[in-house]
């Protein structure tokens, strides 16, 4: 149960309006995106049209700002962008649509902007900006803006998608525009491929990463990150109006024989109920060099087998490419179509085939994921000697999934480790095989026999026999 100084509305009420107000003051002072914040709300308590002058303002003097937006201050840039947003789409929009539509429209030409001079690494300012497209559709499509005047507003959009804040604007815009307004958005689309080309800005130059590399060199690749754009919005389109033969034909030939774009495609195909048409283009895939195709590859062709009422060529197909990678999802999926009791001796034989797989630690992984931590460590103790730790993540992990039930195989983990990074001399890794030895000292307390394996006692003897001049690890570990 709550108690009376649990931060939530229902206590924060309790301190009346007054009381809040100065608190609010206090908490705002020195903070120029809360202060912003409470005018817009005081904005709001008058009328929609207050809200709207404030955003338009505000929306105008971050298109007009230069300074450079640090890991420091894209938190603070962030919620002011999540501001502007919701008070055009929460308030504005909602009580004149044309209104809120000319201004969330404001808000996405901001992108350049920011993205001009930010660094977006973690991308929640590129989340902002995508949220904003959908928000667009929303507003475009209650406003009623004409469909041939939105398509305008698209093409636009598009040409200018310099940091692909755009990407999902077709889509999100499809109910808005209707059939007419696609056709119309096609066919600029279509005019825009015939125009001449455009030298690129400089703007354009700096996004693309050219460093002077001539005029010729730069036109042509220009042209072709326009016509990639075309392409990639014309098959949006096809997408919208489930035209599967016009998103093929938009799909350069030599790319079709590529696993994912054969993927792509019979996707659409299955989808369509055209499942032997995306059988017969998955099987066209060009494989020389692969180990194996991926993933994505697999399961678009059983999808399209199962389609076509071939399930055992499905379940065949499973089984096959989890022999080949140990992928427990194609396991699962064969498992379920399973009959009772089958299922279990499956899963059986699958394991049997993973304890004697060739690559350990492909092995030791599966059963991680499945997750099984007593195979697993039936595993470690039946092939230790095949361990390698240099895979750090791998081992780590299996040591802290093995560490609570099965202490010996753990130790065994965290010894790998630790033999690696001392017998190759990995001075940077000395902590973390310091950190090892003390988890191996704590296990050991757990352990009553230890198999005929090396008593942690005689283990750390033999490495200070061997090591004992490595005084950065020693240091560490002591």
Same mark, same amino acid.
């Given at each position: 149960?709550?108690?009376?100084?649990?931060?939530?509305?229902?206590?924060?009420?309790?301190?009346?309006?007054? $009381?809040?107000?100065?608190?609010?003051?206090?908490?705002?002072?020195?903070?120029?995106?809360?202060?912003?914040?409470?005018?817009?709300?005081?904005?709001?308590?008058?009328?929609?049209?207050? #809200?709207?002058?404030?955003?338009?303002?505000?929306?105008?003097?971050?298109?007009?700002?230069?300074?450079?937006?640090?890991?420091?201050?894209?938190?603070?840039?962030?919620?002011?962008?999540?501001?502007?947003?919701?008070?055009?789409?929460?308030?504005?929009?909602?009580?004149?649509?044309?209104?809120?539509?000319?201004?969330?429209?404001?808000?996405?030409? /901001?992108?350049?902007?920011?993205?001009?001079?930010?660094?977006?690494?973690?991308?929640?300012?590129?989340?902002?900006?995508?949220?904003?497209?959908?928000?667009?559709? #929303?507003?475009?499509?209650?406003?009623?803006?004409?469909?041939?005047?939105?398509?305008?507003?698209?093409?636009?959009?598009?040409?200018?998608?310099?940091?692909?804040?755009?990407?999902?604007?077709? *889509?999100? +815009?499809?109910?808005? /525009?209707?059939?007419? *307004?696609?056709?119309?958005?096609?066919?600029?689309?279509?005019?825009?491929?015939?125009?001449?080309?455009?030298?690129?800005?400089? !703007?354009?130059?700096?996004?693309?990463?050219?460093?002077?590399?001539?005029?010729?060199?730069?036109?042509?690749?220009?042209?072709?990150?326009?016509?990639?754009?075309?392409?990639?919005?014309?098959?949006?389109?096809?997408?919208?109006?489930?035209?599967?033969?016009?998103?093929?034909?938009?799909?350069?030939?030599?790319?079709?024989?590529?696993? +994912?774009?054969?993927?792509?495609?019979?996707?659409?195909?299955?989808?369509?109920?055209?499942?032997?048409?995306?059988?017969?283009? /998955?099987?066209?895939?060009?494989? $020389?060099?692969? *180990?194996?195709?991926?993933?994505?590859?697999?399961?678009?062709?059983?999808?399209?087998?199962?389609?076509?009422?071939?399930?055992?060529?499905?379940?065949?197909? $499973?089984?096959?490419?989890?022999?080949?990678?140990?992928?427990?999802?194609?396991?699962?999926?064969?498992?379920?179509?399973?009959?009772?009791?089958?299922?279990?001796?499956?899963?059986?034989?699958?394991?049997?085939?993973?304890?004697?797989?060739?690559?350990?630690?492909?092995?030791?992984?599966?059963? !991680?994921?499945?997750?099984?931590?007593?195979?697993?460590?039936?595993?470690? !103790?039946?092939? #230790?000697?095949?361990?390698?730790?240099?895979?750090?993540?791998?081992?780590?992990?299996?040591?802290?999934?093995?560490?609570?039930?099965?202490?010996?195989?753990?130790?065994?983990?965290?010894?790998? +480790?630790?033999?690696?990074?001392?017998?190759?001399?990995?001075?940077?890794?000395?902590?973390?095989?310091?950190?090892? /030895?003390?988890?191996?000292?704590?296990?050991?307390?757990?352990?009553?026999?230890?198999?005929?394996?090396?008593?942690?006692?005689?283990? #750390?003897?033999?490495? !200070?026999?061997?090591?004992?001049?490595?005084?950065?690890?020693?240091?560490?570990?002591?």
């Amino acid at each position: 149960m709550a108690t009376k100084t649990t931060l939530n509305a229902k206590n924060l009420e309790t301190l009346g309006a007054p $009381r809040l107000a100065e608190l609010l003051i206090e908490i705002a002072t020195g903070n120029a995106a809360h202060k912003r914040r409470l005018r817009l709300e005081l904005a709001g308590d008058h009328s929609s049209a207050e #809200v709207a002058r404030a955003v338009r303002k505000r929306l105008g003097s971050i298109a007009r700002a230069r300074t450079f937006i640090d890991w420091k201050k894209i938190k603070a840039t962030r919620l002011d962008l999540e501001t502007q947003r919701r008070m055009i789409v929460e308030t504005v929009a909602t009580d004149d649509a044309s209104e809120g539509y000319e201004l969330i429209w404001q808000f996405l030409n /901001l992108a350049d902007s920011i993205f001009s001079r930010s660094n977006d690494s973690s991308g929640s300012l590129m989340q902002i900006f995508h949220q904003g497209c959908v928000d667009a559709g #929303v507003v475009a499509a209650r406003a009623a803006i004409a469909s041939d005047v939105l398509a305008e507003k698209i093409i636009k959009a598009i040409q200018g998608n310099n940091y692909g804040q755009f990407d999902p604007l077709i *889509g999100v +815009m499809a109910d808005a /525009l209707g059939h007419e *307004g696609m056709e119309r958005l096609k066919t600029l689309l279509l005019e825009w491929s015939n125009e001449p080309q455009e030298t690129p800005s400089e !703007m354009e130059r700096d996004i693309l990463g050219w460093s002077g590399a001539g005029p010729l060199y730069e036109d042509e690749v220009f042209g072709r990150h326009r016509d990639r754009t075309i392409r990639y919005a014309l098959q949006e389109i096809a997408d919208q109006q489930n035209d599967v033969d016009a998103y093929i034909a938009l799909q350069p030939q030599e790319t079709c024989a590529a696993p +994912m774009v054969a993927a792509d495609i019979a996707n659409r195909l299955t989808a369509a109920g055209r499942a032997a048409e995306a059988l017969d283009i /998955l099987d066209r895939v060009d494989d $020389r060099g692969r *180990g194996s195709l991926p993933f994505e590859w697999q399961i678009a062709r059983i999808d399209a087998l199962e389609e076509l009422k071939r399930p055992n060529d499905a379940q065949a197909f $499973r089984w096959q490419c989890f022999e080949q990678s140990l992928n427990e999802e194609h396991l699962r999926a064969y498992v379920r179509r399973l009959p009772d009791f089958d299922d279990l001796e499956a899963e059986e034989k699958a394991f049997d085939y993973v304890r004697n797989f060739p690559e350990v630690h492909q092995a030791l992984s599966f059963f !991680m994921r499945w997750p099984s931590p007593a195979d697993a460590a039936k595993l470690v !103790m039946k092939r #230790v000697g095949e361990l390698d730790g240099d895979f750090y993540e791998l081992m780590n992990d299996a040591a802290d999934m093995l560490g609570e039930k099965h202490p010996l195989a753990a130790m065994m983990v965290l010894r790998a +480790m630790i033999d690696f990074t001392l017998e190759n001399g990995r001075s940077s890794r000395y902590k973390h095989a310091a950190r090892h /030895l003390t988890e191996c000292l704590s296990l050991a307390s757990q352990i009553e026999d230890y198999s005929g394996i090396e008593a942690h006692e005689d283990y #750390v003897a033999r490495l !200070m026999r061997e090591h004992g001049r490595k005084s950065g690890f020693w240091n560490q570990a002591t």
